[in-house]
């Protein structure tokens, strides 16, 4: 199955730690995007890249997170100093942008953070 | 600026009734609109979309929604449930200029009964 994959699927952590999570986008998608979504919510928006370019950012990424798309292939998403309020599950999308037509984001299946 | 609101944060219908979830948007500028339909411990999938042309769109699974510019809405339909409707659904909203980022509703739960 080529869709679009999430590492790991689950992660405990203790508040103060450090996170990372990793998406793998469908391959051909040059777009990539991530969202965080918290119990009872809808999906935030947080960021997104097209190809290694990071080209907006939400204010809910506050400087402790920190994404990255270094060979605008995979992307990682790095939570520093954990707090309690990080508790979410992380979503990544991907799609493939050509030129101002729509183009539909197809989501992994979330990395699920708890933050002790 | 964007925003969603959906009436009724839990659904229930009997196996066979008529499945009816309300969306509301707020958009300054022309919207896309979408639903999508989360499994537990799934992701999101899109279940349709509209863009432009015609306001009455399918999806599926069978579902459909129509958008009512005149009332900003654009609400999920399925004249039959079927017990694997059950899932959470979320309207979401994204200008047509600027689709990348999509707003969603908070959600609402469906469950099918018996």
């Known amino acids: 199955d080529t869709g679009v994959s999430q590492n790991p699927r689950h992660k405990i952590t203790k508040r103060g730690q450090n996170v990372t999570f990793r998406c793998d986008p469908i391959s051909e998608h040059n777009r990539l995007y991530w969202y965080r979504q918290t119990l009872g919510q809808g999906p935030e928006f947080l960021t997104y890249?097209?190809?290694?370019?990071?080209?907006?950012k939400s204010r809910l990424l506050s400087d402790r997170f920190s994404a990255e798309r270094p060979k605008g292939s995979f992307s990682t998403l790095e939570i520093q100093r954990t707090e309690q309020g990080d508790s979410a599950m992380y979503l990544c999308a991907s799609s493939s942008y050509s030129g101002g037509s729509y183009n539909e984001q197809f989501f992994g299946p979330g990395t699920r953070l708890t933050v002790l | 600026a964007q925003s969603v609101t959906q009436l009724g944060s839990h659904v229930s219908v009997s196996e066979g009734a008529l499945v009816l979830l309300r969306c509301n948007y707020s958009s300054s500028v022309p919207p896309y609109l979408f639903w999508y339909v989360q499994y537990p411990n799934q992701g999101l999938q899109l279940l349709l979309k509209?863009?432009?042309?015609?306001?009455l769109v399918k999806g599926i699974n069978g579902f459909e929604a129509e958008f009512k510019k005149s009332e900003t809405s654009f609400h999920l339909t399925k004249p039959s449930a079927h017990m694997s409707d059950a899932a959470e659904y979320f309207c979401?909203?994204?200008?047509?200029?600027?689709?990348?980022?999509?707003?969603f509703g908070p959600g609402t739960s469906l469950s099918v009964i018996p």
């Open positions: 890249f097209q190809n290694e370019a990071q080209l907006e």
């Open positions: 979401a909203v994204s200008g047509a200029t600027s689709y990348d980022k999509v707003i």
């Open positions: 509209y863009t432009t042309g015609a306001t």
